[in-house]
Nanobody, 124 residues
Framework: QVQLVESGGGLVQPGGSLRLSCTAS????????MGWYRQAPGKQRELVAS???????NYADFVKGRFTVSRDNVRNTVYLEMNSLKPEDTAVYYC??????????????????WGQGTQVTVSA
């Protein structure tokens, strides 16, 4: 089984910073893309930032210049450094990863996985 576990969410004042972490565990053969989505109340889930195994990154326009996504391939962990946070950044942030999973006695399978989410609240 493959699991994604997020941490680092919480309450922060406008202009403050948080760092989110997401670690994948289980029978992992390879991780391809890995990144973050968020979902605010009443809105659809949207991409925040992602990174490929080779280090390439992709950011939503609304976080460019404020957020930084990084990845530790040894620890199977992706981070999201969030700076200059705004109230509109308030959302549940979900880790997402494209992972090839080992299966004993069977070929590996590549699937998309989601974490349970971590709440980020930006408020005075």
């Amino acid at each position: 089984q493959v699991q994604l576990v997020e941490s680092g969410g919480g309450l922060v004042q406008p202009g403050g910073s948080l760092r989110l972490s997401c670690t994948a565990s289980g029978s992992i053969l390879a991780i391809f893309s890995m990144g973050w989505y968020r979902q605010a109340p009443g809105k659809q889930r949207e991409l925040v930032a992602s990174t490929a195994s080779g280090g390439g990154t992709n950011y939503a326009d609304f976080v460019k210049g404020r957020f930084t996504v990084s990845r530790d391939n040894v620890r199977n962990t992706v981070y999201l450094e969030m700076n200059s946070l705004k109230p509109e950044d308030t959302a549940v942030y979900y880790c997402n990863a494209d992972i090839a999973r080992r299966r004993i006695g069977s070929p590996p399978v590549r699937s998309n996985y989601w974490g349970q989410g971590t709440q980020v609240t930006v408020s005075a």
